[in-house]
């Protein structure tokens, strides 16, 4: 299929004004300026006349399928709160991805999403980065585990203080996060000197310490739940501690000590920009706070948190940061190649570049993707369109 007289926001290097894109199963094969283009024998075209390719938007911090529209207790999978180190948990095996919230997202043009665990234990689980067509999800994997959700703040002492037990304070929450990785840490020790020294038996298998190996050896990222300044850098303190790759989510006042985030080389999902002030640690929230970032140096993504926001209207709270002062070409990256950087899949997804999957949006011919009256007309995943809307079905 190949897409002629368009333009292409690829979100790497500058826009095509009026240009091309060729896909090949599930994969761009080509993409580039008109004045190049030539049409091949018996070639699929269809002429934009105008319109305007995006990449598929990508929501890297959800909880998509993890809590059911429109259910309680029942569909509500998120939080194993049973124990507050539960590092062994697979959001795969909790994503209901047959929830009509992924036919939402997908119509909206995010095409890819992380979701997993919430913010209950401080140790929460692995993450997964998956597509939004829907069906088994198996098949929609696009790197799973993608990382380990961590948590501090009140969300662990509000959970276990109703419990009467541990954590109840951010000094326990820390604490409990510092003794698994020492015990990760350590359990990486005793299978190293058994595997060298015959004399010595491998450790009794512990599935958390083992969830957390490539956590401490430095191949997989902790995702850090933080709104708090102070619970923001003992993020950072910790993460420094066992040098882990980490990124921070949500980071509500991180806006407050962005220099010293700058300085730390910190990476920030941020978000939700559109949501209430539900809780005490986001009395400072704003949705200035993707601009302020952006503005100083940090790498970030902005998110929906879904389903605090509706994953629909990922594009929305972009546009709401660009209203509040960030620049627009700096807003669209933070749903398109930021988070597919951060979270290691840009070699997949995030911009519209030869060799990447197929996953694209169309809008109409002059539409800004980040207003509120935006919808694509159509909307493309591993080169198959999933949504097309009704003037152009």
């Excluded at 990760?184 to 010595?200: C, G, H, L, M, V």
């Excluded at 800004?368 to 999933?386: H, Q, S």
Aim: overall charge negative; proline content about 5%.
């Amino acid at each position: 299929m190949t897409f002629t007289n368009a333009y292409i926001y690829t979100a790497e290097g500058s826009p095509i004004e009026c240009g091309y894109l060729r896909t090949e199963g599930k994969i761009i094969i080509d993409v580039g300026d008109m004045s190049s283009f030539t049409a091949g024998d018996g070639e699929q075209i269809e002429d934009l006349c105008g319109r305007s390719i995006y990449p598929g938007f990508v929501d890297a911090h959800t909880h998509l399928g993890m809590w059911d529209d429109g259910l309680g207790f029942e569909g509500d999978d998120g939080n194993e709160d049973s124990d507050p180190v539960t590092a062994s948990l697979r959001a795969i095996d909790a994503i209901n991805s047959f929830d009509r919230c992924f036919a939402e997202a997908h119509s909206a043009g995010v095409t890819t999403v992380v979701t997993g665990p919430g913010s209950a234990n401080p140790i929460g689980g692995s993450m997964a980065a998956i597509k939004t067509t829907g069906g088994r999800v198996d098949k929609l994997i696009v790197k799973s585990p993608v990382s380990i959700k961590m948590a501090l703040g009140e969300n662990p002492k509000t959970t276990y203080h109703g419990k009467d037990e541990s954590p109840v304070t951010r000094m326990a929450t820390a604490g409990i996060i510092r003794e698994a990785l020492v015990k990760a840490k350590r359990y990486a020790q005793d299978i190293e000197r058994a595997s060298e020294d015959d004399d010595f038996d491998l450790p009794e298998f512990d599935a958390d310490c083992e969830a957390l190996l490539p956590v401490i050896r430095g191949e997989l990222p902790v995702h850090i739940h933080a709104h708090r300044r102070d619970d923001i850098f003992t993020a950072v303190r910790i993460a420094e501690e066992f040098s882990l790759d980490y990124v921070l989510v949500h980071a509500t006042e991180g806006y407050m000590c962005a220099s010293d985030l700058s300085e730390c080389g910190a990476r920030i999902f941020s978000g939700p920009l559109l949501c209430d002030r539900s809780k005490p640690e986001l009395v400072n929230l704003t949705p200035a706070s993707a601009g302020i970032l952006d503005k100083a140096g940090i790498k970030s993504a902005i998110i929906t948190d879904h389903p605090e926001t509706p994953i629909q209207y990922l594009a929305i709270c972009a546009g709401l940061a660009v209203r509040e002062g960030m620049d627009h070409d700096s807003a669209i990256k933070a749903i398109t190649i930021n988070p597919a950087e951060i979270l290691g899949i840009a070699d997949r997804v995030g911009s519209i570049k030869s060799g990447k999957d197929a996953d694209f949006s169309i809008f109409p011919r002059g539409c800004d993707p980040l207003t509120l009256a935006a919808k694509p007309d159509e909307v493309y995943i591993d080169g198959k369109a999933v949504f097309k809307s009704s003037q152009h079905n």
